[in-house]
């Protein structure tokens, strides 16, 4: 099979991060375009005709949208090196049950933390900070998500840590007076090559602010 390899992408997307660490993780060579949201490519919209979103993969012209079916498409082609996902089918299903997870409840809380004011932001700030309780359980006193090795939960929900510190200034909180232990693990994954690599999360923050000036939300 050839190698032929292209991420769609846009900088500040923690799902376009999941498929850069995948790849970063398997040694794979790849071409990276950064996408104009607000102006989308013509070759974005051709090779995710339906959602029309990033990350898209193009593996040989052949496109893979969608970014935790990105992560276990890399994790089978490059299947000789640093499996992400664990062989075993009870275990792997309950690594897509955490990454699911990740996506509806993490993700879902932390967005609405910047989106909302009073009420809202408060039941928002307490639903993500009991979300990441739920992730810490799971965690137990392992190193990673999937026990001692790096695997494809910590590839799911590592980059929403570059978006903590804009939940944090958007909320007027602290991640870690209430969960310390995901910040460790996070930590403990920075020290890897494939996820130094993530944006700052100051820069994601001026992103936000930017963001926030775009949508006219104060």
Known sequence: MGN???LLDFWPSPFGMRTRIALAEK????EYKDEDLSNKSELLLAMNPVHKKIPVFVHNNKPVCESLIIVEYIDEVWSKDKPLLPSDPYL???ARFWADFADKKVYESGARIWKTKGEEQEKAKKDFI???TILVQQLGD???FGGDTFGYVDVAIIPFYTWFYTFEMAGNFKVEESCPKVIEWAKRCLQRESVKAL???IKVYDFFLELKKMLGIE
């Open 130 to 132: 009991e979300n990441l």
């Open 4 to 6: 032929k390899a292209m």
């Open 92 to 94: 792997k299903a309950q």
């Open 27 to 30: 040694g794979v060579k790849y």
């Open 142 to 144: 392992n190193p990673y």
């Open 199 to 201: 944006p700052d999360p």
